[in-house]
């Protein structure tokens, strides 16, 4: 079982319609991170949170670390949201250097 | 504009050949860290460097060599003993033990 599972792994949605990806992790963890990857394949960090709720334009991450489990929405989603997002933890697993652990990603379609 | 720059974007090589893809940040980050992507797989951790002169192995080091002789350089060559080098490659820097993570475009390496 992957230390990091992603849910779901496609979503195809209309655009418009509010989005939910969601992320559960088994480790202790100092941060969680989203990313963006789009079909060119570079990366670009959405977030990173260690507690609670964050929020930029239309994307809203949130995290419960009792639970273990974050989710990303995006509200009005629009065909620009397309990409692969990706999930990570930075793992504490004591020492100089906490490992970065990635989810698989969830690859969304957003139609017109 | 801070970032970090990853060159060639697409690279072929043939069998047995050594290659070297370059990183560079320009972001003063102390570590930084290469990352490669396999189709349905989670990024795994290849080499990462937290400072000049100094790298550690990752979950996937064998059959890559890296090295940090200045902050704002990590190559990472891929050599012949790497028995399926295709694949994606990204690196990735960040301020030692803190913030966030900034991602390269990646490089893709297919050896025929």
């Known amino acids: 079982k992957n230390e990091v599972e992603q849910s779901p792994q496609n979503l195809t949605a209309q655009e418009g319609e509010f989005i939910t990806i969601n992320c559960s992790y088994s480790?202790?963890?100092?941060?969680l991170h989203w990313l963006q990857q789009h079909p060119g394949g570079g990366i670009v960090s959405l977030f990173m949170?260690?507690?609670g709720k964050k929020k930029h334009g239309r994307l809203i991450a949130t995290i419960n670390i009792q639970e273990k489990h974050s989710s990303l929405h995006i509200t009005a989603s629009h065909p620009r949201d397309s990409a692969v997002y990706i999930c990570?933890?930075?793992?504490?697993?004591?020492?100089?250097?906490?490992?970065?652990?990635f989810g698989t990603g969830t690859l969304l379609a957003v139609q017109p | 504009d801070g970032g970090i720059t990853q060159s060639p974007k697409y690279l072929f090589r043939k069998e047995g050949q050594n290659v070297t893809l370059s990183c560079e940040q320009n972001?003063?980050?102390?570590?930084m860290y290469w990352y490669r992507q396999d189709p349905g797989q989670g990024l795994r951790l290849i080499y990462y460097?937290?400072?000049?002169?100094?790298?550690q192995k990752g979950d996937i080091a064998e059959g890559y060599s890296v090295s940090r002789e200045k902050k704002e350089s990590f190559p990472l060559t891929v050599t012949s003993a790497q028995k399926n080098p295709t694949a994606f490659y990204l690196c990735?820097?960040?301020?030692?033990?803190?913030?966030?993570?900034?991602f390269g475009s990646g490089t893709r390496l297919t050896v025929v």
């Open positions: 990570a933890v930075t793992a504490n697993y004591g020492g100089a250097t906490n490992k970065l652990i």
């Open positions: 949170l260690s507690s």
């Open positions: 972001l003063n980050h102390d570590a």
């Open positions: 990735a820097s960040r301020v030692q033990g803190m913030g966030g993570y900034t």
């Open positions: 480790v202790g963890i100092s941060a």
């Open positions: 460097s937290q400072i000049v002169n100094d790298f």
